[in-house]
C-alpha cells in the first residue's frame, strides 16, 4: 500500500519528514519498505508553453517547437510526439537536466534542426508505464493550461510528494486504506484525524429501486452485505489532474472519471466498489450466486475463464458479469459509450475471494482486501462517496436509493481485558491512566470498572476481537522500546541432550577427527537417486506437486546426496574430498502416508585425504582407510556386541568384489565399500569409497558396560606365526580359528602382515599374526604357551590347509 | 728436588695437558698418564717410604690436593668437549621451523551446524530442551494447530510441499510444538523447548531462497511469562551470535500462532548502525520472528490461556550465516564445495 504523505496532510497535521514518519509506522504498526519520491535525482524540468509549432524541413513526424520556457528567450525544441501542438504546456527538460532514471538532456541536433533540450513524456520522467494513462501512452503530457512557464513541472504532477510504501501485514487489512492509516496515525501523533464527509445528492425523481433490482442467491456467510446505486446520463473522460496524480501516486493507473473515482474511494475506505454499464445489464436484473461447473466469463482483460464452483459470481439474469471481488466482466465494462452506472458495493468471504483470486491467478487491489478483511460498517457510506463522486466528475445524477440484495446488522465488539492481565503478559508496571490513554488515542470507546477496561472496538478494526489483540495495541503504542529486558523467572528446569542428540553430536565429532568435513545435502532428489544405495528395500515418499524433476522423492540414503556433492566438487577441479553427513532418511511404512524418519550417518571420500607436501605423496583412498574410518567409529560407541563385515553383492550400486554389510552381533548396520564403476560414471565421480550407517540402529543397540581391568602384573609372550594359505581363505576365517583354539590364556591376535606378490604361488597368499598371551594371575610358563601355539599351528594346517613358514 | 715440588711440576704440567686436550680421547689420555697407577703422581706417592714420617702427612695430602685438583680439571675439560661435542651436532641438525608439518586431516562441522550447536548450547545453559520434531509432518500439526486453518491467508507466506492433502514437509519446526504442548506435565515445572531442524519451503532456488534450510524455533510455557523475558531472551541471543555491542529491537508484526507477534532487528554488524547497503541505510537487520503464544495455540493443546502463557520466537540459522560472514548465495550451504565448507574454522 502507497501512501501519499501529501494525501496524509488532508487527515492530520504532519510537520513529520517522511522518513521519520515511515519509521515511526515501522515501529508501531507495519513494516515499510521505503519512501518513493517520485522527482528524486531529476532537476531542470520546467514548465513549457509551446509558441509555435511548424514541421521539421526534413521529417515527416518530427515538429520544430518554439517554447517559452519563462525565460527572456524562447528555446527551439524538436519534438517527436505525434500530439504536440502550439499553445500546449508541456513538460520540458531543460539543458542539461537530469530526467528518469540518471539520464541527462543535452542540447543537440536532429536532422541538422538544433534542439535546445526535449519535451517528455511521462514515463521519461520516470513513470512505471503501467501507471502512465492511456491515453497519454504514446505521447506528451499535456500540462493544465493555468501553468506558469517555467516553473519546475514536479509540483503539477505530484511528483513533489514523499510515498511511504508499506508491506502490510495480513491482520492488519484496516491499514489498506487511506482512512485506516490516518486512524493509526492520529493514534501513535495523538491526533483527532478530520475525516472524509460524504455531500450526496439523490434525485428525487428516479427511484433507482424501481429501475435495478438486486437479488443474492449465495448465502449471507459468503456474502453478507451487497447493495447498488444508480447514476445516470454520466458523461465518460478522464479524471481532472488532481484526481490522476492521487491514482498513481497509489500505484494505480488513471482510467477515466468513473474507474478512478471508485477507485479513489478504494483507496480512502480500503472498500472495493465495482461499476457496471447499466445498459448492459438485462432488464436491469443483477444476482449474486456461486458458479455452475462448466461456466465461462470473459473478464476485463480479456481471459476467457472456465469457472469453478468456489468462485462468486455476479450475474445479470443468470448470466455472469463479474468475478466477484475480483475482477469484472468485459461485457459490462466502462467505456467511452455509457451513460448509466449500476455501482456495486458488497462484502464477500476472505476464502472465497482468496480462492478465486489463487486459482485465476487474479490478484487485484481489490481481491487483496476482501482476503484480509475490510470494514464492515463503512460498505454504504463508500457507495455513497462514490456515486456522489462519480456524479460530480462525470455530470451526471444518483437516483434515489440505494438497492439492497443484501444488508448486514454490523455492531461493534466488546473486549474486556483488566490492568494486571496487561502487566502480567508485557511485564510492565502501568499505570491505569497510561492504558486508558492508550485506548483514548486509538479512539476505542472504553469505560473503566476497578481495573477492567470494557473496550468497544470500532467496525474498522475487526482483526481485534480478544484480550491478546487489545494487550498487542497496548504494546505497539507504548512502545516496545520502552518494554524491560529480562529472563524468564520460576521453577528451574534442566537442560541437557538426550542421549540420541548425544550420540549424535559425538558422532559428528568423530567423523570430523577422522577427517571427513561434515556436509548438509539436499533430502528431495530424483526418485532413482532416493532409492540408490538403500540399507534395506522400502517403497519411497513423493512429493504431490513437486517444483522441478531434480526434488521429487524423499531420500533413503545419504551416499547418493554426497555422491552428488562429490561430483559438484569434481566439476570443480577439486579432486581430494571427504565429507560425511548426519541426517534423515525416510523409510515408507505400510498404511500411513507419512514415512518413517530415520537418521543415518555416512561419508564418502575419493582422491587422497593426505595433502601431497614436501616429502610427503599423496595416498589415493582405498577400501581400508574407508572401513579403518567405519571400524575406528563403531569402536568409540563401545557396543557390545561385535562387529563384523561380511562380503557381499546384494548392493547393485556398489562395488560387488569390494564391499562388506556391517553387522553388529546379527544385526545389519550398514555397508561400507566401493562404489561402482557404473555408479562413478552416472553420478559424475571418480573411484570413491562411502559408507552408510543406521544411525537409530545403533543409538538404540546395546552399550557394552564399562569396567575397569587391572592391568596385569605379569608379563606378556608372543609367537608370530606366518603361514601360506589359500585366496579364498578370509583373514575373518583364521582369525576365528585362532582365537578358536588359542587356549585360555591368549589375549590378542594382530594380522601384521599380507603378502601375495611374485614370491607366493598363485591361488596363494602369505598371512603374518602377533598372538599375545598373557595370564592375569601368574607368570606363564614358556612351555605352557608353545604347547598352546602349537596347538593353534596344527589347527591352521588341518582346517585351513595353511603352510607354516 | 722435593716430593713437594714434583708434584707441584706435574700439577703444573697436567694442568696445561688438560688444557690444551682437544678431543675427549686426549683429556682420557692425559687423566690416564698422570693419575694411572703407574703414572708420575702414583711415583710420588710411592717415593712417600722414603720420608720421615712427621713429613708423611703433610706430603700425603699435598698429593692428594694435587690429584684433585687434576681430578676436577679433567672432568670440567670432559664436559665442555662434551658440551661442544653436543652442541656441534646440534647446529648440524637445524631445520627449516617454518617448513609444513605433516598434518593429520581433520574434518570441520558445517557453517549451520556451527549456529545451531551454539545456540542450543545456549539455551541449555538456560534449562531448554532440544526436541526433533519429524521432518514429513501432518498439515492439522502444522498448521492448524497453530492457528493457521485451512484457507488462512497467512498460508500464503509459506508456499508448502504436500505429499497428500493432509501430510507435508513441515514449514517451520515449531509444527512440533504441539505436541510439546500437550505432552507436557507442567506439575514438574515450565516448558521450555528449543526446536532446529530441517525445513521446507515450495521454493525456487536461487541466491536467497532455498526449497530446503533450517529453523531454529523456541518455545517458553509457564504462568508468569512476559513479553520483557522474551526481549531479554532475544537479546541474548543476538549478543551470543553477533557480540555484546549489538542492540535489539522489536517492531510489530503477524505470526498467526503469536498475538502480540514481533520481529526482532538487530544493529547491523557492517556499519554498526550508521546505514549502509547492507542494512538499506536501515541501521537495523531483521533477524527474527517472535511473538507471545496465542491463548488458541494454548486452548487446542488443552492449556488454560487463563493460567499459562508464554513466548514463542523462531529465526533462521541459514540467514543467520548469510549475515554473520557475508555469505551472497545460500545454495552455498547445500552444495557442499569443499572450498566453502573449509571456511568456517570453529569448535563443533
Ligand atoms: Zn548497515
Redesign the pocket.
Known amino acids: 500500500m502507497r501512501i501519499s504523505t501529501a494525501w496524509l496532510k488532508d487527515y492530520l497535521k504532519l510537520d513529520i519528514p517522511a522518513d521519520e514518519l515511515a519509521e515511526k509506522i515501522e515501529r508501531t504498526a507495519v513494516e515499510v519498505d521505503g519512501v518513493i519520491r517520485p522527482d528524486e535525482g531529476q532537476k531542470k524540468v520546467v514548465v513549457g508553453h509551446i509558441l509555435t509549432c511548424d514541421p521539421h524541413p526534413d521529417s515527416d513526424h518530427l515538429h520544430v517547437c518554439s517554447v517559452d520556457v519563462g525565460e527572456d528567450e524562447p528555446l527551439q525544441i524538436v519534438c517527436g510526439a505525434p500530439n504536440v501542438a502550439a499553445g500546449q504546456n508541456v513538460i520540458v527538460a531543460l539543458p542539461n537536466s537530469w530526467i528518469g532514471n540518471h539520464t541527462k538532456i543535452k542540447k543537440s541536433k536532429m536532422r541538422g534542426v538544433k534542439s535546445a533540450g526535449m519535451i517528455c513524456a511521462l514515463d521519461e520522467l520516470g513513470f512505471d508505464e503501467k501507471l502512465v494513462p492511456k491515453e497519454v501512452a504514446d505521447g506528451i503530457f499535456i500540462l493544465p493550461d493555468d501553468a506558469t512557464p517555467g516553473d519546475p513541472v514536479f509540483g503539477y504532477l505530484g511528483m513533489d510528494d514523499e510515498i511511504i510504501d508499506m508491506s502490510v501485514t495480513p491482520n492488519r487489512g484496516d491499514m489498506l486504506s487511506m482512512n485506516g492509516t490516518a486512524h493509526e496515525l492520529a493514534a501513535i501523533y495523538d491526533q483527532t484525524p478530520t475525516m472524509p464527509t460524504v455531500d450526496l445528492h439523490e434525485d428525487e425523481s428516479d427511484d433507482a429501486n424501481d429501475q435495478l433490482e438486486v437479488r443474492v442467491d449465495a448465502d449471507e456467510h459468503d456474502v453478507p452485505m451487497y447493495k447498488m446505486r444508480l447514476i445516470k446520463n454520466v458523461t465518460i473522460k478522464p479524471s481532472p489532474l488532481w484526481l490522476q496524480i492521487r491514482i498513481w501516486n497509489a500505484g494505480m493507473r488513471p482510467i477515466n472519471n468513473v474507474v478512478d473515482a471508485t477507485n479513489y474511494v478504494l483507496m480512502q475506505y480500503g472498500q472495493p466498489l465495482h461499476a457496471f454499464d447499466y445498459d448492459k445489464l438485462t432488464n436491469g436484473h443483477v444476482n449474486v450466486r456461486l458458479a455452475k461447473a462448466g461456466e465461462h466469463l470473459t473478464t476485463l482483460d480479456g481471459e476467457d475463464r472456465e469457472l469453478l464452483p468456489t468462485d462468486l459470481l455476479i450475474c445479470s439474469d443468470d448470466t455472469p458479469i463479474c468475478l466477484a471481488g475480483t475482477m469484472g466482466g468485459l461485457d459490462t465494462e466502462v467505456t467511452a459509450a455509457t451513460t448509466d452506472i449500476a455501482l456495486e458495493g458488497a462484502v464477500f468471504d476472505a476464502v472465497k475471494i482468496r480462492k478465486t483470486a489463487h486459482n485465476h491467478d487474479l490478484h487485484s487491489e481489490a481481491s487483496m482486501r476482501y482476503e484480509r478483511g475490510i470494514d464492515h460498517g463503512m460498505t454504504e457510506t463508500a457507495l455513497n462517496a462514490a456515486a456522489a463522486m462519480i456524479a460530480e466528475l462525470s455530470g451526471g445524477t444518483v437516483a434515489n436509493g440505494v438497492c439492497v440484495g443484501r444488508d448486514e446488522d454490523v455492531q461493534p465488539v466488546t473486549v474486556q481485558i483488566t490492568l494486571s492481565k496487561i502487566n502480567h503478559v508485557l511485564g510492565t508496571e502501568l499505570s491505569l491512566d497510561t492504558v486508558a490513554d492508550i485506548f483514548k488515542r486509538l479512539d476505542f470507546p472504553t469505560t473503566l470498572t476497578g481495573e477492567t477496561y470494557t473496550v468497544t472496538v470500532p467496525s474498522r478494526r475487526w482483526d481485534i476481537h480478544i484480550p491478546a489483540d487489545l494487550i498487542e495495541e497496548v504494546a505497539r503504542l507504548y512502545g516496545y522500546d520502552n518494554l524491560p529486558a529480562t529472563l524468564p523467572t520460576g521453577q528451574p528446569t534442566i537442560g541437557k541432550l538426550n542421549e540420541t542428540q548425544q550420540i549424535i553430536r559425538d558422532s559428528r565429532k568423530l567423523m570430523e577427527s577422522a577427517g571427513l568435513t561434515q556436509a548438509i545435502s539436499y533430502s528431495l532428489t530424483t526418485e532413482a537417486k532416493a532409492k540408490a544405495f538403500a540399507l534395506h528395500p522400502s517403497d519411497v515418499t513423493k512429493l504431490d506437486f513437486p517444483m522441478s524433476s531434480e526434488r521429487t522423492t524423499l531420500r533413503l540414503s545419504l551416499v547418493s546426496g554426497l555422491l552428488d556433492d562429490l561430483a559438484y566438487n569434481n566439476a570443480r577441479k577439486e579432486h581430494n574430498v571427504a565429507l560425511y553427513e548426519e541426517g534423515r532418511v525416510f523409510y515408507s511404512q505400510p498404511e500411513q502416508v507419512r514415512p518413517k524418519e530415520i537418521e543415518h550417518i555416512a561419508g564418502a571420500i575419493t582422491g587422497s585425504m593426505v595433502k601431497k607436501s614436501w616429502g610427503v605423496a599423496e595416498q589415493p583412498v582405498d577400501f581400508y582407510q574407508i572401513k579403518g574410518i567405519v571400524a575406528g567409529y563403531l569402536k568409540s560407541l563401545a557396543l557390545e556386541a561385535p562387529v563384523s563385515y561380511v562380503a557381499t553383492t546384494a548392493h547393485p550400486e556398489m562395488h560387488p568384489g569390494r564391499t562388506a554389510n556391517i553387522f553388529v552381533g546379527d544385526q545389519l548396520v550398514g555397508f561400507v565399500g566401493e562404489i561402482h564403476p557404473n555408479t562413478a560414471k552416472a553420478y559424475k565421480v571418480r573411484e570413491t569409497y562411502v559408507f552408510e550407517l543406521d544411525l537409530t540402529a545403533l543409538i538404540a543397540l546395546p552399550k557394552a558396560r564399562q569396567q575397569y581391568q587391572p592391568i596385569s602384573k605379569f608379563p606378556s609372550i608372543t609367537r608370530d606365526v606366518a603361514m601360506l594359505i589359500d585366496d579364498t581363505v578370509t583373514n575373518a576365517d583364521v582369525v576365528a580359528l585362532i582365537n578358536k583354539k588359542g587356549g585360555a590364556h591368549l589375549q590378542s591376535v594382530e594380522l601384521f602382515d599380507v603378502y601375495n606378490g611374485s614370491h607366493v604361488p598363485s591361488g596363494k597368499k602369505s598371512l603374518a599374526y602377533t598372538l599375545t598371551y598373557r595370564d592375569q594371575n601368574a607368570t606363564l610358563v614358556d612351555d605352557d604357551v608353545t604347547a598352546a601355539f602349537d596347538k593353534v599351528l596344527s589347527a591352521l594346517t588341518e582346517e585351513l590347509g595353511a603352510e607354516i613358514r | 728436588m722435593s716430593l713437594q715440588d714434583r708434584l707441584t711440576e706435574l700439577r703444573d704440567q697436567g694442568l696445561a695437558d688438560i688444557k690444551s686436550a682437544d678431543v675427549l680421547k686426549k683429556v682420557n689420555q692425559v687423566k690416564v698418564d698422570l693419575l694411572g697407577k703407574k703414572g708420575p703422581i702414583t711415583e710420588v706417592l710411592r717415593g712417600m717410604r722414603d720420608l720421615a714420617p712427621e713429613e708423611r702427612p703433610k706430603v700425603g695430602a699435598y698429593a692428594n690436593e694435587v690429584r684433585d685438583r687434576l681430578q676436577n680439571a679433567i672432568d670440567q675439560r670432559r664436559e665442555e668437549l662434551e658440551q661442544a661435542a653436543v652442541n656441534k651436532q646440534l647446529a648440524a641438525e637445524k631445520l627449516d621451523v617454518t617448513l609444513p608439518g605433516r598434518e593429520i586431516p581433520q574434518g570441520q562441522p558445517h557453517v549451520i551446524t556451527q549456529i545451531i550447536t551454539e545456540l542450543e548450547d545456549l539455551f541449555m545453559g538456560m534449562g531448554y530442551q532440544i526436541v526433533d520434531g519429524d521432518e514429513v509432518e501432518e498439515d492439522y500439526y502444522n498448521f492448524e494447530r497453530l492457528n493457521l486453518p485451512k484457507d488462512h491467508p497467512a498460508r500464503d507466506m509459506q508456499d508448502t510441499f504436500y505429499i497428500t492433502k493432509d501430510v507435508l514437509l513441515r514449514t517451520q519446526t515449531s509444527a512440533d510444538q504441539p505436541r510439546s504442548l500437550e505432552n507436557h506435565d507442567f506439575s514438574k515445572g515450565p516448558l521450555k523447548v528449543l526446536s532446529p531442524g530441517r525445513v521446507y519451503r515450495r521454493d525456487t532456488d536461487d541466491a536467497t531462497h532455498s526449497h530446503q534450510f533450517h529453523q531454529i524455533e523456541g518455545l517458553v510455557v509457564d504462568k508468569h511469562i512476559t513479553m520483557a523475558d522474551l526481549k531479554g531472551t532475544l537479546t541474548l541471543v543476538a549478543n551470543t551470535l553477533f557480540g555484546d555491542q549489538f542492540d535489539v529491537r522489536l517492531r510489530p508484526s503477524y505470526f498467526p500462532f503469536t498475538e502480540p507477534s514481533v520481529e526482532a532487528d538487530v544493529t547491523?554488524?557492517?556499519?554498526?548502525?550508521?546505514?549502509?547497503?547492507?542494512?538499506?541505510?536501515?541501521?537495523?537487520?531483521e533477524v527474527l520472528g517472535a511473538g507471545m503464544v496465542h491463548p488458541h495455540v494454548l486452548e487446542m493443546s488443552g492449556i488454560d490461556p487463563e493460567v499459562y502463557g508464554g513466548f514463542a520466537f523462531g529465526l533462521g540459522p541459514d540467514r543467520f550465516a548469510m549475515l554473520k560472514y557475508g555469505v551472497d548465495d545460500i545454495r552455498n550451504f547445500y552444495l557442499n564445495d569443499v572450498r566453502f565448507l573449509s571456511q568456517f574454522y570453529k569448535k563443533g
Open positions: 547491523c554488524f557492517n556499519c554498526n548502525g550508521k546505514g549502509c547497503a547492507i542494512c538499506k541505510q536501515t541501521g537495523w537487520i
